[in-house]
């Protein structure tokens, strides 16, 4: 974070605390739903949460390599009664709750409905779920910004820490190009470059991990009005949730990908949907074939994409 020039001490220590950060996991089953959810909050809240959080932590169990008490919610499942300990936590402190999911089933058959006369398409980052999930997040959130203005100051930055993932050396390595290719009016909500933390060491991760493994539960159980109402069928929030959902569906992400597509080859070249347009026999093997569409980098997805936030709830 930049100095804080002409600001007082007591002025810079306040404006660090007012930072908000969400805090996010992944949750997925390998051919269903695939989940990025946690919660965003102020930084001093955050620090009093973390307190809170931690005296609650000898109820669960260790890790196998650290032997440190930490919340699983895949662990946690085998001793639901003191679930709800925890969540009146995040209760307590009225964390504004973020999730993205994405079926990975359709986004496989989206895939295989695009196609182009002759031309291979080379899925690039696309072919990484989380890498993919995460575009999804960060480009609907940002983009829909305004939406939420109820909620978070106008203007005011957002920083995102993710649990410690492989993928993070990639989104390091696209960040800066991918900023910059922002247009200028969503390019001012972006706060700092994601950071990816040991989530045995940050408690928001914690509940983080708890919050994106109930949504991918809620959404394989074909009950996803239960993310607004948090019902969680032992017991249901004592508060009215306030928070984002954002999902898609196989039309929604071919629209994407198609637009996706054009970018990447002759303007003049026309990009399919299998679903209107039948997708001729192959005739020749790859090498033979005289273009391909490259990998995809991170500027234009979802320039087109509407409709995927399902539902914004509040108090």
């Given amino acids: 974070m930049g100095a804080d020039y002409g600001l007082s001490p007591a002025q810079a220590v306040r404006r660090l605390l007012m930072v908000l ?13 695939y989940v990025l959810g946690g919660y965003v ?3 001093d809240v955050w620090a009093k949460f973390a307190k809170d959080w931690e005296e609650l932590l000898p109820l669960t169990y260790r890790g196998k390599e650290s032997g440190k008490h930490r919340f699983k919610m895949k662990e946690m499942a ?11 936590v995040i209760e307590k402190y009225e964390l504004f ?9 359709e986004l496989e058959r989206a895939k295989q409905r695009v196609w182009v006369d002759n031309v291979p398409i080379h899925w690039g980052y696309m072919d990484n779920p989380y890498s993919f999930s995460f575009r999804c997040l960060m480009d609907m959130f940002h983009t ?24 993070s050396r990639a989104i390091f390595a696209m960040w800066e190009s991918y900023i910059k290719k922002r247009p200028d009016e969503v390019r001012e909500y972006y706060g700092a470059k994601p950071r990816f933390e040991d989530d045995e060491e940050f408690p928001p991760l914690q509940a983080a991990d708890f919050h994106a493994w109930w949504v991918r539960r809620w959404y394989q159980a074909g009950k996803s009005e239960r993310i607004e109402t948090e ?9 009215n949730p306030k928070g984002i959902a954002i999902s898609f569906n196989e039309d929604e992400i ?8 054009h970018d990447g ?16 026999e192959p005739a020749l093997d790859e090498a033979a074939l005289n273009g391909r569409v490259k990998p995809f980098e991170w500027s234009a997805f979802f320039k087109r994409l509407i409709g995927a936030i399902r539902s914004i709830f509040c108090a």
């Fill in 78 to 88: 085998r001793r639901m009664e003191h679930v709800r300990t925890f969540y009146s």
């Fill in 41 to 43: 909050a102020e930084a």
């Fill in 144 to 167: 829909n910004r305004k939406l939420m203005n109820a909620f978070f100051p106008e203007g005011e930055k957002i920083d995102f820490i993710f649990d410690k993932r492989g993928e």
């Fill in 21 to 33: 950060q969400a805090f996010m996991d992944e949750s997925y089953n390998d051919d269903a739903s």
């Fill in 231 to 239: 019902d969680f069928g032992r017991w249901k929030a004592s508060k």
């Fill in 97 to 105: 709750r973020l999730s993205c999911k994405v079926d990975l089933g």
């Fill in 254 to 261: 071919v629209e994407a990908l198609i637009s996706t597509v």
């Fill in 265 to 280: 080859i002759e303007p003049w070249r026309p990009v399919h949907d299998a679903k209107y347009v039948t997708r001729p």
